[in-house]
Antibody, heavy 120, light 110 residues
Framework: EVQLVESGGGLVEPGGSLRLSCEGSGFTFSSYEMNWVRQAPGQGLEWISYISGPGSTIRLADSVKGRFTISRDNARNSLHLQMSSLGVEDTAVYYC?????????????WGQGTMVTVSS | QSALTQPRSVSGSPGQSVTISCTGTSSDVGHFDYVSWYQQHPGKAPKLLIYDVTKRPSGVPGRFSGSKSGYTASLTISGLQAEDEATYHCCSYLGSYRKVFGTGTEVTVL
C-alpha cells in the first residue's frame, strides 16, 4: 500500500524550533517530488514547500522562507521539515504530499497530518 | 500570492448537481492547465478528485468533473450523494514548482 506517515508534531513555544518527518512506503520514494502543505485550524490549505526527487531543487513559500528548511533522505525514504523561529501563525496541521508526476500537477498521496501548536 | 477565491459554501439536495467555482488570475488559473481539486472530510487528509483541470484519478466516481474558462476553474458534482458532504479545495500551479490553494468550499447535502 502506498502510504505517507508524518511524525514530529507537538507543542512548542513561540520562537522555538521543531523538526517534522514523513516516511514513505509502497513506492519508489526517490522517484517522486514531495511537498509540505499545512492547514491552520478552521482554515484552508496552504502549500509551503517543495523538493525534487534527488533533493537538488527546493522551493519555499514566502510565509516560511528563511525560517523553514525542507530536506529528504532517499536512503531512508524520508522527508523532513525543519522549522525555526516559530510563531503562533504557524499553528496548523502539517501534511506531506506526493507530487503526481508524469508531467501532471497534483498531490496524489497525502499523509494523515501532524499537528503543530505554537503557544506559550 | 493570494489564495484562489472559492465560495464559502454551496448546498444541494441528493441527486442534484452543484458547481464550485475557483477564481484566480492570469498568473495561476488563467496561465496553466494545472488545476486540481481535493475533497476533505472533517479530521481527515485531503483526497485528490481532479487533476490537470479535467482528469479523474482511478477510483474517483464519474459524478465528479472539472472544467476551466479563463481565470475560473469549476468542479461539478452530479447526482449529489450524502457522502459528498465535505470541504472542497482547488489548487493551481504557479510555475517554478510553486502552487496556490483556494479558500475552500463547504458542500452541504440537504
Amino acid at each position: 500500500e502506498v502510504q505517507l506517515v508524518e511524525s514530529g508534531g507537538g507543542l512548542v513555544e513561540p520562537g522555538g524550533s521543531l523538526r517534522l518527518s514523513c516516511e514513505g512506503s509502497g513506492f519508489t520514494f526517490s522517484s517522486y517530488e514531495m511537498n509540505w502543505v499545512r492547514q491552520a485550524p478552521g482554515q484552508g490549505l496552504e502549500w509551503i514547500s517543495y523538493i525534487s526527487g534527488p533533493g537538488s531543487t527546493i522551493r519555499l513559500a514566502d510565509s516560511v522562507k528563511g525560517r523553514f528548511t525542507i530536506s529528504r533522505d532517499n536512503a531512508r525514504n524520508s522527508l523532513h521539515l525543519q522549522m525555526s523561529s516559530l510563531g503562533v501563525e504557524d499553528t496548523a496541521v502539517y501534511y506531506c504530499a506526493r507530487d503526481y508526476g508524469d508531467n501532471s500537477d497534483a498531490f496524489d498521496i497525502w499523509g494523515q497530518g501532524t499537528m503543530v501548536t505554537v503557544s506559550s | 500570492q493570494s489564495a484562489l477565491t472559492q465560495p464559502r459554501s454551496v448546498s444541494g439536495s441528493p441527486g442534484q448537481s452543484v458547481t464550485i467555482s475557483c477564481t484566480g488570475t492570469s498568473s495561476d488559473v488563467g496561465h496553466f492547465d494545472y488545476v486540481s481539486w481535493y475533497q476533505q472530510h472533517p479530521g481527515k487528509a485531503p483526497k485528490l478528485l481532479i487533476y490537470d483541470v479535467t482528469k479523474r484519478p482511478s477510483g474517483v466516481p464519474g459524478r465528479f468533473s472539472g472544467s476551466k474558462s479563463g481565470y475560473t476553474a469549476s468542479l461539478t458534482i452530479s447526482g449529489l450523494q450524502a457522502e459528498d458532504e465535505a470541504t472542497y479545495h482547488c489548487c493551481s500551479y504557479l510555475g517554478s514548482y510553486r502552487k496556490v490553494f483556494g479558500t475552500g468550499t463547504e458542500v452541504t447535502v440537504l
